[in-house]
């Protein structure tokens, strides 16, 4: 069974759907030293089982995978329908601009539910060493199933009462992710308040009602933070934004030049899928921020067409870039130079 402490940094490379994550930055971060991760967030089993052997294909070394638990129906508006049915009105005279159509709110609860399972499935034959799961936590009986064949579970919290549920359910490991992170928020409800406590003070509060072993997630950019919060009693941290711009990521033309030329603040906002996420302040979640429905992935798979297509001419105005707080002066180059600038030296305080 793997374990954190027998990683040489103690450095996670976190999982970021929607490309940013390949093969090819799994193997690099685990490479390092760290452990890699594939996004299994959006992907169909058949993608998850490809994505895997392509990066077990690239190292022997351990590497996690994280799914996305399925929303229920408890979690949306009685009103979804009429809701994205204002939001998609509203949105026109994007899609007008951009000559797009927008997309058609098609995942059910069932659906959603069915393609979960397919991808259990997959990490369960293909015995993935970590598996952690995003927006909710899974049921007592499937992180058994998963421990069964030989996975370390982890989930990730944003509050303590969900370090709680998520302790109660079998949990080897929790990722606590801070206010700072870039992308979703890992809340458990579509409709839940965002966490407000800066990440330190996260850990702690967490530490306090869980015994579970942390990893710290959210704005962590130098080897003095990595080293407050393993003095905090994380024991490791895990990297997001900092990958964006390594070789081996799948980050984008648009999102790479923007990173690298954009000084703006960013911003945390259901304004591009319904659920909160953290990124890049633009007209987009300007326009959208107040009236964005909380309806997660409806409004995801609305407006992801526009999305696509303002990203493909470059139009940043118009899609999402995803970054966590800072995402200014990020360095470029392999990821194995990215790890080694922010994990902690053992004997020096060099950052
Ligand atoms: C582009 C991008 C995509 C992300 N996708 C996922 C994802 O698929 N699953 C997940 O659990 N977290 C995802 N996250 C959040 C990260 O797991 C992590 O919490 C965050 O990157 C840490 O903060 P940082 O970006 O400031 O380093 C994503 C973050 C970014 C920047």
């Given amino acids: 069974m793997f374990s954190f402490s027998s990683l040489e940094l103690p450095i996670v490379g976190a999982p970021m759907a929607g490309g940013v994550s390949t093969p090819e930055l799994a193997a690099a971060v685990s490479a390092a030293g760290g452990l890699g991760f594939v996004a299994g967030g959006y992907l169909s089993a058949e993608s998850l089982a490809e994505q895997i052997q392509k990066t077990r294909a690239l190292t022997d070394l351990p590497f996690g995978v994280n799914l996305f638990m399925p929303v229920t129906d408890e979690q949306l508006p ?18 007008q601009q951009l000559e797009a159509q927008l997309g058609e709110a098609k995942a059910s609860v069932e659906s959603e539910a069915r393609v979960f399972d397919e991808l259990i499935q997959v990490c369960v034959s293909q015995a993935v060493a970590v598996v952690t799961f995003t927006f909710g936590c899974p049921a007592t009986e499937l992180v058994r199933r ?80 990595v080293r407050e919060l393993l003095d905090a009693g994380a024991v490791a941290v895990e990297i997001g934004t900092p990958l964006l711009l390594a070789d081996e990521a799948g980050t984008s033309a648009t999102q790479r030049e923007v990173l690298q030329s954009l000084e703006r ?44 297509a303002a990203a493909s001419t470059g139009e940043h105005e118009w899609t999402h870039i995803w970054a966590g707080e800072p995402y200014t002066g990020l360095a470029a180059g392999p990821a194995a130079k990215i790890l080694r600038q922010i994990a902690p030296t053992t004997n020096s305080e060099t950052d």
């Fill in 78 to 95: 009685s009103d979804a329908d009429k809701q994205l049915t204002e939001f998609a009105t509203a949105l026109e005279t994007v899609g």
């Fill in 146 to 225: 998963l421990k069964d064949s030989g996975s370390l579970v982890g989930v990730t919290v944003t509050k303590p009462e969900d370090a709680v549920v998520a302790a109660q359910a079998g949990a080897d490991f929790l990722c606590v992710q801070g206010p700072a992170a870039g992308g979703h928020q890992s809340t458990f409800s579509v409709s839940d308040e965002l966490n407000q406590l800066p990440l330190l003070q996260l850990v702690a509060k967490i530490r306090s009602v869980c015994s579970l072993p942390l990893i710290a997630a959210g704005g962590i950019r130098t080897a003095a933070q």
């Fill in 265 to 308: 603040e960013t911003v945390l906002t259901r304004a591009f899928t319904g659920r909160f996420a953290r990124a890049i302040k633009n007209s987009w979640a300007e326009r959208y921020h107040e009236t964005a429905p909380a309806i997660y992935p409806g409004v995801h798979e609305i407006t992801a067409p526009l999305r696509r």
